[in-house]
């Protein structure tokens, strides 16, 4: 990389690199946040500089197209195809009638009278009772065969053979549900045919635009403090310093994402 690399940015392009690079970020990675996907790492240079999310990520894949920054693929997301939301959930739903009122159950056979049905038609209160020969049952691994005869043993074994899954609705009994996505923003329901499955991308700043970036580099300072008070006295004594640029966050959780992003010189 040359100077003549950095010249091709425009004044906007080299404010936002360079505010990044002062702030010690090698490489600006997505969270899959309720709003949409977001750089929390750029957080405070959103909010000194008004711009929203769009406006940065349209700026950050510029510099990529002008070879400044590394685009990196970070993983795939499920987003609404109709507001591109990325708070979705699933549901299982009935093959039959569609409906996703429905509860998986499990499947337990007693091969003394070869009775077969859910774990609940078996439950007794605290027993379990086959409904066909009223025995009551245990299972094998419960069992010493030196404490009972085998044939006593037999009658009280049971096995989970497996598990299905009921309609509330309409009453089937299948194997396979299907799979439908719902959207928590504006509430539609789609399947993985009109899903939109999408790649989001984390960018890092190569190590010689870094340096070259690096005019005045500032004292990178983190300060994790959930009490207000002390966290203004805190920002108040070091900004009477110059030289600083001070990262304060409330949580620890939200700590740790910065210092997984982030290059501070002073930390907890």
Not at 163 to 176: P, Q, W
Not at 239 to 245: A, C, D, E, R
């Amino acid at each position: 990389m040359n100077q003549s690399d950095i010249s091709t940015l425009t004044d906007e392009e080299i404010s936002l690199l360079t505010e990044i690079v002062n702030k010690g970020i090698r490489e600006i990675k997505p969270r899959i946040r309720n709003e949409g996907i977001q750089y929390e790492s750029l957080g405070d240079i959103l909010k000194e500089k008004d711009y929203n999310w769009n406006e940065i990520h349209t700026i950050l894949n510029s510099i990529v197209k002008k070879g400044l920054l590394i685009k990196k693929e970070h993983e795939n997301i499920l987003l609404c195809p109709n507001c591109s939301s990325p708070h979705v959930f699933s549901k299982y739903s009935c093959p039959k009638c569609e409906s996703t009122d429905t509860h998986r159950v499990i499947l337990v056979e007693h091969p003394f009278c070869g009775y077969t049905g859910t774990l609940d038609t078996f439950k007794n209160g605290s027993n379990l009772i086959c409904p066909q020969c009223q025995q009551k049952l245990s299972s094998r691994n419960k069992q010493k065969e030196t404490d009972v005869k085998r044939s006593v043993m037999s009658k009280r074994y049971y096995q989970i053979i497996g598990s299905a899954f009921d309609c509330n609705k309409c009453g089937n009994r299948f194997d396979r549900p299907n799979i439908v996505h719902n959207c928590v923003k504006c509430g539609s329901n789609f399947t993985y045919i009109n899903s939109n499955y999408q790649k989001i991308f984390s960018y890092e700043i190569p190590d010689k635009i870094n340096k070259e970036l690096q005019t005045s580099k500032e004292i990178a300072v983190l300060v994790v403090e959930d009490n207000d008070d002390d966290a203004e006295i805190i920002q108040i004594h070091l900004s009477k310093k110059t030289g600083f640029n001070i990262t304060r966050v409330s949580k620890s959780g939200e700590g740790l994402n910065r210092l997984e992003e982030n290059i501070y010189d002073i930390r907890p």
